[in-house]
Structure formats: C-alpha cells, structure tokens
Nanobody
Framework: QMKVVESGGGLVQAGGSLTLSCAASRAIVDYDTMAWFRQAAGKEREEIACIYRSGTTTKYEDSVRGRFTISRDNAKNTVNLQMNSLKPEDTAVYYC????????????????WGKGTLVTVSS
C-alpha cells in the first residue's frame, strides 16, 4: 500500500516562500502522476500542480502558475512544491496524491492521498 506524507507547512507572511515536501513509502518512479491539491476553509479541494513520471511534464492551476513549482526526485521518492510570492488566498491544507497508471491530474483519478499539511499566509 502506497503512503504519502506531507511536510513543510506553516505560517508565512504574504510575499514569502515555503517548500512543501511529500515523502512516499514506495518508489514513485512506478507512479505516473504525482500531484498537489489544496483545500481552503469552506471551499472544495482543488488541483494546483501535477507532474508526470519523468518529471518533464507538469501542469499548474492558473492561480499558482508562475509562483509555484512542482518537482519530483524519483531516487529519493519525494515530490516537492516550491511556493513563492505567497498570498493570503493561498491559505489552505495542502495534500499530496499519487496515481499509479496514466497521466491524469484530476482528484478523482488519484489512487493515494496524504493527510495534508496546513499553510497559512498572513497579510
């Protein structure tokens, strides 16, 4: 059973940066899609970034494109989310997820989920 655990959340001022990390219990090279989602209080969970097995194909949600960068280290079985120029509206619980077969970033396509890490951006 694949398990993913997020870390790196915390409190940061607007304009600041934070890096989230997702540690997997199995070789992520065997998982075609790794992704980050977030859910703000009172809102639905949304996809924000995903990355294909090779690391060369990525996809970003419009509101984070240019500010967030997703990367994967298949040797270390980790997926990172570098977040720059943070805004108060980025405040949310951030989740890591994995899909074993196929390139599909939709949350309903994910096979495994972490429990999330809270990011709070103060104004």
């Amino acid at each position: 059973q694949m398990k993913v655990v997020e870390s790196g959340g915390g409190l940061v001022q607007a304009g600041g940066s934070l890096t989230l990390s997702c540690a997997a219990s199995r070789a992520i090279v065997d998982y075609d899609t790794m992704a980050w989602f977030r859910q703000a209080a009172g809102k639905e969970r949304e996809e924000i970034a995903c990355i294909y097995r090779s690391g060369t194909t990525t996809k970003y949600e419009d509101s984070v494109r240019g500010r967030f960068t997703i990367s994967r280290d298949n040797a270390k079985n980790t997926v990172n989310l570098q977040m720059n120029s943070l805004k108060p509206e980025d405040t949310a619980v951030y989740y890591c997820a994995a899909r074993k077969f196929g390139w599909d970033c939709g949350q309903h396509a994910m096979d495994y989920w972490g429990k999330g890490t809270l990011v709070t951006v103060s104004s």
